[in-house]
């Protein structure tokens, strides 16, 4: 169908003989209804992981960013392996996490963790165990698929993965779990995690609605500008036909498209033309999709800053921004994933180590950690011991 043609069926509606419909029985209320601004229920995302994923992340460049911001921050962070006794250089574990299966690195099984974690509340991570020792291979397993199988006294007793109909159990019993399970708080359930895209979806259903709302504006050809006003004569009010259908054709040929913009209207007598914006409702769209944004990127903690969205300025730079990131988000789910990563593979080693972020090597923090090793390093009152403690540094030979 030709440009020509679409203009022409938008505006069919305008050319229909009005005398020719025939009168109709309606009720008083009727019009009052359909003057009516409210459209009927509100409409909300399902709740489930997989509506909220596809609403919240594949189609939400909000939530997109905020998941993909958090999982590579946190994924790239560098790790560091120690007991109470030395920092590991060369440990199994460390050789077993930079390179978990044939498929993926470090920074790739991490980022779908956390991804995990964020979208559903909970991250699984199955262990393809050797005949002893740490596992062979590391997996990252759909949060959606997962279920907990939980026992009697309502401790989980195994985790059913199910794909198509087809489904897997694996068992929690004696020796270490085939299974790590990781999960966010959630007041109310006691199986499974809570996740920031449900805290926000309220937010990503106003924010998609609105986004929505300005595509259908933009592909409204229909909506007008501005009014073209008849006065005729001695109180005549309407065209003739012919009058009417030569104005629309005029319109369609002279003033509609991208070629005729700005192109001067030369009116008849009798015509007048009136300008229309946006209402003050239209306007406010904008607003409400930019406070649907800064709360959706609160929900997952990521300064607005960093995302780009506008409106108060919390932070006095981008730097204090991406401190308290790194700060307030990144850091404290890094460390609860890493400890309870390292907890779970000791169980196959027997091993009592830590893993945890190195956060000398975090740039977002330089200047916070070298006010720290300023501070300890010039307190007199302190021993070399007490110093490394405080520093999260482990004992030297000397001190054991």
């Not at 909000?62 to 790790?79: M, T």
Request: proline share 6%; glycine share 8%; net charge negative.
């Amino acid at each position: 169908m030709s440009d020509d043609e679409e203009l022409t069926q938008m505006f069919d509606f305008l050319k229909r003989d009005r005398a020719a419909v025939p009168e109709k029985k309606a009720s008083a209320t009727g019009r009052l209804a359909a003057l009516s601004s409210s459209s009927g229920r509100v409409a909300w995302t399902p709740r489930d992981t997989g509506s909220l994923t596809r609403q919240g992340f594949a189609a939400n460049p909000i939530g997109f960013r905020s998941v993909k911001l958090i999982a590579e921050a946190a994924a790239a962070l560098p790790l560091n392996l120690q007991d109470q006794e030395r920092r590991y250089d060369v440990h199994p574990l460390l050789s077993l996490i930079a390179r978990p299966n044939g498929a993926q690195g470090r920074a790739e099984l991490l980022e779908a963790l956390y991804a995990q974690l964020l979208l559903s509340g909970d991250g699984y991570v199955e262990a393809v165990s050797g005949d002893m020792g740490l596992p062979l291979e590391l997996h990252v397993l759909r949060s959606d698929r997962m279920s907990v199988v939980p026992g009697p006294d309502g401790w989980p007793v195994g985790f059913e993965y199910a794909v198509s109909g087809k489904k897997h159990r694996f068992h929690v019993g004696e020796g270490p779990s085939p299974i790590c399970h990781i999960k966010n708080f959630h007041p109310q359930d006691d199986h499974y995690g809570f996740s920031p895209m449900q805290a926000a979806a309220a937010a990503l259903d106003v924010h998609n609605a609105a986004s929505r709302w300005s595509k259908a504006l933009l592909d409204n050809a229909a909506r007008p500008s501005g009014a073209i006003v008849y006065k005729g004569a001695d109180g005549m009010g309407s065209l003739a036909a012919d009058q009417y259908d030569r104005l629309l054709d005029e319109m369609q040929s002279y003033h509609q498209g991208a070629a005729n913009a700005g192109r001067p209207m030369l009116l008849e007598g009798g015509l007048d033309w009136k300008p229309m914006g946006f209402s003050p409702t239209d306007m406010e769209f904008q607003k409400t999709k930019e406070s649907a944004a800064r709360e959706i990127a609160l929900a997952f903690g990521v300064p607005p800053m960093i995302l780009g969205i506008p409106g108060d300025a919390t932070y006095a730079n981008y730097a204090e921004a991406n401190r308290a990131f790194y700060r307030l988000t990144v850091l404290p789910l890094a460390t609860r994933v890493t400890a309870a990563i390292s907890h779970w593979l000791g169980e196959f080693s027997g091993e009592a180590v830590t893993l945890k972020p190195d956060l000398d090597q975090v740039p977002a923090l330089a200047a916070e950690r070298d006010q720290q090793w300023m501070r300890i390093s010039s307190a007199t009152f302190l021993t070399e011991a007490e110093k490394r403690m405080l520093l999260g540094l482990p004992k030297i030979a000397d001190d054991a």
